[in-house]
């Protein structure tokens, strides 16, 4: 089978696909069409990843014509946000080529812009339903998400849920002991992004929060934002390299996925991010801020608590049994990882193409 991967800027999430779909179905050929950076420009790795490269340009039509005549596709994969490159898939190979659309985020649930430095569209609800209702199988990061999708739009195609697993290729061989104390306080780690925009990833009230409370809390960002090296007792690292940053993050008790939900609360009601999988990946127990997706992994499968607020943070951390947490993650982490799951994404392939 031969699958395109079309997306305006690569992510994460297809290579992460692409990592655990070489490895578990070494015949499947691989191409990429992508507007912006390569994987490799963007994240240090990942081209050797693909079989071929387009570079779609400024001629998004002409490219992508191009691009499917010389790889001949069995199917085309296209990743949001924007939704943009599905609905112009479709139009231009619908009927002809099986289309999956991978929502990792839904633009119509947001009232601030994808930040994946490209316009925002000026039809965005129209591309949104066109992706959605047209395409051959989609596939979101959760149920939750799901439920949204079919709240809004006509939704006919095969559906699957595939959260953002972690990789396990990159995950620690071994964990700390389950029981061990890092010290008095319970140490508190945030990695990835970080805005001064208002949106989900403005940090800086949550942030300063916990760190009034007397908490430690250390930040790996993605990348640098200098407002957050004015948080008094915040711990503000370089970013790393991936293979550091999992090498790094096993030393601490919680990884913190709590977000602001001013702006965007029905969007952070559907996520199901990175971060909370390599947190629980790297045998940390996670905490969030009641956001439904996130607070239905945590409490449901004991992996971590959902908090209801930010008060007496401390005692609330007290009150948890971080070591019975420690054991559920630690037995439960290598299957929550995409080389696990990978096969029902084949298995959807199979069934479309």
Known sequence: MRVLFVQQQPCMRARKYAVAL???????????????KTLSEWYGAGDELFDRWWDLGSDSAGGLTAAVEEFRPDLI?????????????????????????????????RQTPYENGFPQPADVVELECAAIEQCSALVTVSEELLDEIRARHRLTAPTLTFPNYALRRDLPRELP?????NGALPRLVYQGTLSTNGGHYDLREIFSAIVGEGLPLDVYPSRAVPAYAEIAGLQLHP??????????LPDYDFGWAGFNAELNRPHLDTCLPNKA???????????????????????????????ATLDELGGQLAALDVPQLRRRIGAAR????????????????????
């Open 177 to 181: 002991p389950g029981d061990r104390r």
């Open 22 to 36: 070489r490895g578990a179905y070494p015949s499947l050929t691989l191409g990429f069409a992508y507007q912006g």
């Open 239 to 248: 970013t790393l390299p991936p293979g550091q940053l999992l090498a790094a």
């Open 334 to 353: 290598l299957d929550l990882t995409v080389e696990a799951n990978i096969h029902r994404l084949c298995e959807l392939y199979e069934a479309v193409a």
């Open 277 to 307: 999988y390599e947190y629980i990946g790297c045998g940390l127990p996670v905490l969030t801020l009641g956001h439904r997706a996130l607070s239905r992994l945590l409490d449901g499968d004991g992996l971590g608590h959902s908090l």
């Open 77 to 109: 994969h296209s990743h949001n946000l924007p939704d943009s490159l599905t609905a112009l898939a479709l139009e231009l190979f619908g009927g002809r080529i099986p289309i999956v659309h991978d929502v990792h985020d839904l633009q119509s649930l």
